[in-house]
């Protein structure tokens, strides 16, 4: 935390010592992409609603003015870069259709899938820290790329390579709306294919992913979202937050732990065959691998502790979401979530919450494309608590103890009381934005 809190102070101070080198620098990678940028858009004809803009923050620095005025950055559209920052089985792919149902907005599910898998596959030999550090500029790159349209990027990580810019290997294509639809798709979709849990459908009736139709696709919406369970901390995200060139809006969505891990546990048997056992036998094997849900644990009460400090690049960035409160009444939260990024919340959007879970009153707890195929409104966000021995949560309690008490999920003291749902274990609480 001292080094942290080093780096905060430090920031601008580093900036008013140096920012000639620092301004150096930034117009030599700003060149750099503009130039990118410029080739990429004259090589499109689709509308471009500015793919950067400098944050009004900015506007009043005279270090940044020339910069930001000049005339490619400056445009009237706000435009909203959009993180969906959460963890495996914590509700994202549920979280993520209230973006993707926005048509203003263009999504993409996890694209940071294809980045893991190569460094999985090309770095076995390297160092693990390294690896990590790498990993992690890796993920920046890409995301600040897609941020600003540039589809072509993916290509560097997509396996097999693409020919042409085009490839059929794009991961879970199916859950964007605008990789399925016109102008990236011929065929004009109707709703109904998007609510189909098949992950094919899309490559079957749009053929392969044309990269190039993908980016003009994505210049010619006004806000970019993007889903991702692949970065570890928000203070991974700082470069990121700090970029002059993007608007980005952080929802860091969190879950109990205790419910991602039963709902892990049943989505991946093969990996979690050592959990079953444990489940069903009530006894520990030795062999069960408890960091996973450690370090989960570990990295969701780091971006927490991070947020409730609120350092100045978080601000006006981040918003916590407990899946819990958005299963409850997901109008309630959804409108909360749009008026964070600023957004209308559109009818496309209401029109899907209101169908997809059946009431006003609860969302399904499993809610995926691919796992799950019913929306049983009675599935609450809480029926982990029927599918999870007693002996596994007092464990998970105890490692996670500090998340639980952060994040407000109650620990139980006994078999009967995780049993009774008559009381819940999700305290009231409510997360501001941070300001
Ligand atoms: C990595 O290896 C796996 C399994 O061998 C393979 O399925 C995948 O396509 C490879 N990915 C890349 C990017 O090479
Ligand atoms: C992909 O789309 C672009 C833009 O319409 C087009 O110029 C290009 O020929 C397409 N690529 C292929 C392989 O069809
Ligand atoms: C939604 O809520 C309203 C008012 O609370 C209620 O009248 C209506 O029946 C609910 N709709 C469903 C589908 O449960
Ligand atoms: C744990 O075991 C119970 C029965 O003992 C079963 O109903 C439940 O589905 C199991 N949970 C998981 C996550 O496999
Ligand atoms: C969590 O557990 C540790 C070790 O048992 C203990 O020191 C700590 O006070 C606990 N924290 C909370 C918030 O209960
Ligand atoms: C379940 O919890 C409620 C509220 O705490 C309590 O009134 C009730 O007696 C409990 N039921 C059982 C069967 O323990």
């Known amino acids: 935390m001292p080094q942290r809190e080093g780096c905060r102070a430090g920031g601008g101070g580093r900036m ?29 004809s689709g509308p471009c609603r500015g793919a950067y803009r400098c944050q009004s923050r900015y506007h009043g620095d005279s270090r940044w003015a020339a910069l930001c005025d000049d005339s490619w950055m400056s445009n009237d559209s706000p435009r909203k870069h959009i993180l969906l920052f959460a963890t495996t089985r914590s509700g994202s792919s549920f979280t993520g259709q209230l973006l993707n149902q ?15 898998q190569a460094f999985t596959n090309s770095s076995s030999r390297m160092r693990r820290s390294l690896d990590r550090r790498a990993l ?7 995301l600040l790329n897609l941020y600003t349209c540039d589809l072509h990027f993916v290509e560097n990580y997509i396996h097999p390579e693409p020919q042409d810019h085009v490839t059929s290997s794009f991961f879970r294509r199916s859950s964007s709306h605008a990789l399925c639809s016109p102008p990236v798709c011929l065929e004009r979709m109707d709703a109904v294919a998007f609510d189909t849990p098949d992950e094919s459908w899309c490559p079957k009736r749009c053929g392969a992913l044309n990269l190039t139709l993908a980016s003009m696709s994505c210049l010619s919406k006004e806000h970019v979202a993007i889903k991702t369970v692949r970065v570890p901390e928000v203070a991974d995200l700082r470069t990121l937050s700090e970029d002059p060139r993007l608007d980005l809006k952080i929802i860091h969505l969190v879950r109990d732990p205790r419910a991602i891990l039963t709902s892990r546990i049943m989505a991946f048997a093969d990996q979690f065959r050592a959990w079953k056992i444990w489940n069903a036998t009530g006894r520990q094997p030795r062999y069960v691998d408890l960091t ?24 006006g960035r981040y918003l916590l979401v407990r899946y819990e409160d958005l299963a ?6 959804a409108t909360e979530i749009y008026r964070f990024l600023g957004l209308e919340m559109e009818e496309k959007v209401r ?14 707890s499993e809610w995926n494309y691919r796992y799950s195929t019913t929306r049983d409104s009675k599935t609450t966000a809480e029926s982990w608590r029927l599918r999870l021995g007693f002996d596994i949560v007092r464990t998970v309690q105890k490692l996670c103890n500090e998340t639980l008490a952060l994040l407000g999920y109650r620990p139980v003291c006994s078999a009967a009381e995780l049993r009774n749902l008559s009381h819940s274990l999700v305290e009231h609480r409510t997360f501001q934005p941070v300001t």
């Not at 008013?16 to 940028?37: H, M, N, R």
């Not at 926005?102 to 893991?116: R, S």
């Open 102 to 116: 926005h048509p203003g907005i263009f999504y993409v599910f996890e694209p940071l899938y294809h980045v893991q």
């Open 16 to 44: 008013e010592c140096s920012w000639k080198t620092v301004l150096l620098l930034v117009c030599a990678s700003l060149g750099v992409q503009y130039t990118a940028i410029r080739t990429l858009r004259d090589s499109l």
């Open 328 to 333: 409850l009444d997901p109008k309630a939260k």
């Open 351 to 364: 029109a899907w919450i209101a169908k997809n879970t059946n009431s006003n009153v609860s969302a399904p």
């Open 136 to 142: 992690l500029g890796a993920y920046r790159d890409l």
């Open 292 to 315: 996973q849900i450690t370090s989960t644990c570990e990295d969701m009460a780091a971006s927490t502790e991070t947020a409730l400090q609120r350092p100045a690049w978080l601000r």
